[in-house]
């Protein structure tokens, strides 16, 4: 499938409504970070909990990507080092380009 | 101070974490509404209430003292049995996760982590039809006799 980031985008975490099950963290939802890694397709986690785990059973399969962000961005009372960052696997879905910041 | 604030706190992460955290740090006993099939609830408590259960990180909480803990038999039974269901085709274990978030923290938080899982497993079972609620108990009062004639 067609990828829609490239490494090196910077994105933003859709804040999309979760019903019953999720992998997209709460803590990341409409926050910005950096695509640092392709992860290959695979069925999103939406359908793959209620058993849709294969295309053939129904299964959507998405590039999953792994993002970066700045621990600073997460975390408003952050007491770590301004260079910490965390990183988690997203669907594709999930993600959109994050508005350019004015400079 | 809210009432039923205690859940309230749940309600957003990427906005007010800040206030989430302080509100947490203030812990004490507050007046709450008894979460007893209430008439209505806002949309603040249902947002609360809907939290994806096993989606913790950033959730308020407070320090757990870590206590070292081996692991038993039935754990390591547990987590084999549910593995090679999915081996069979039974289940996968994202579907075993949103399985478990289907018990509702009371279940979700009150039980241990493998008997979550145990729990899950049976519900699924009787759910795609490959065991029936009376194969089941049967089979938990057979092992309770057998237990209680051991001791």
């Known amino acids: 499938m067609t990828r829609r980031f490239a490494i090196g985008d910077e994105v933003t975490v859709r804040d999309a409504t ?13 926050r910005t970070g950096t695509v640092v890694e392709f992860r290959p ?3 999103i986690p939406e359908d793959e909990a209620w058993g849709r785990d294969t295309p053939e059973r129904g299964g959507r399969t998405e590039p999953f990507y ?10 408003p009372r952050y ?14 879905r999930w993600l959109q380009p994050a508005e350019k910041k004015e400079s | 101070m809210t009432i039923g604030s205690r859940l309230e706190v749940k309600v957003s992460v990427s906005g007010q974490f800040d206030g989430v955290a302080t509100r947490v740090r203030d812990i004490a006993p507050v007046a709450r509404d008894p979460l007893d099939s209430p008439y209505e609830i806002s949309n603040q408590m249902f947002a609360a209430l809907r939290h994806v259960l096993h989606d913790v990180g950033g959730q308020p909480d407070l320090p757990v003292p870590f206590l070292e803990k081996v692991e038993e038999d039935w754990e390591m039974n547990t987590y084999i049995t549910c593995e090679c269901l999915g081996w069979r085709g039974v289940w996968n274990s994202e579907e075993r ?25 049976a519900k699924t079972l009787i759910n795609k039809g490959l065991i029936t609620p009376d194969e089941l108990s049967a089979k938990l009062d057979e092992v309770r006799a057998r237990l209680e004639a051991q001791a």
């Open chain 1, 18 to 30: 979760s019903m019953f099950h999720t992998r997209t963290q709460a803590f990341t939802r409409g």
């Open chain 1, 41 to 43: 397709d695979w069925v």
């Open chain 1, 79 to 92: 007491t770590g080092f301004d260079i910490d960052t965390l990183e988690t696997e997203v669907a594709e």
């Open chain 2, 97 to 121: 996760r949103r399985a478990e978030n289907d018990l509702g923290a009371t279940l979700y938080f009150g039980l241990p982590y493998y008997a979550r899982w145990a729990t899950v497993a």
């Open chain 1, 66 to 75: 792994v993002v970066r962000f700045r621990q600073t961005d997460l975390w």
